[in-house]
């Protein structure tokens, strides 16, 4: 679950370019992208294979699990709540 804290303005911008890489977005820049817009229903428009995509890359790219469908819409609501999921995953291992 995301804590609400703020995030680093830098991992914003990387999720950003990471999206649009990672979908092959044409018509889209990071610069496009604002980070509480909606990831389903903002401009994107990103559906469920677009999804699944980016859940793999993730886990891979930042060793994130994200393990249920509920999860998935809350992860994945806009840019803020993937880098404060990520940022969560950080400060978890970090005390670990």
Not at 2 to 11: I, S
Not at 16 to 21: L, Q
Request: glycine content about 6%; overall charge negative; aromatic content about 4%.
């Amino acid at each position: 679950m995301p804590t609400g804290l703020p995030t680093d303005p830098l991992l914003r911008q990387e999720i950003k370019e990471f999206i649009v890489t990672q979908l092959r977005l044409k018509d889209v820049s990071a610069a496009d992208i604002r980070d509480d817009e909606s990831l389903v229903e903002g401009t994107l428009g990103l559906d469920s294979i677009d999804f699944l995509e980016l859940t793999v890359a993730m886990e891979k790219t930042y060793g994130i699990k994200i393990t249920d469908a509920e999860q998935v819409k809350q992860v994945f609501a806009s840019v803020d709540s993937i880098a404060r999921h990520i940022a969560d995953h950080r400060a978890g291992a970090a005390s670990a």
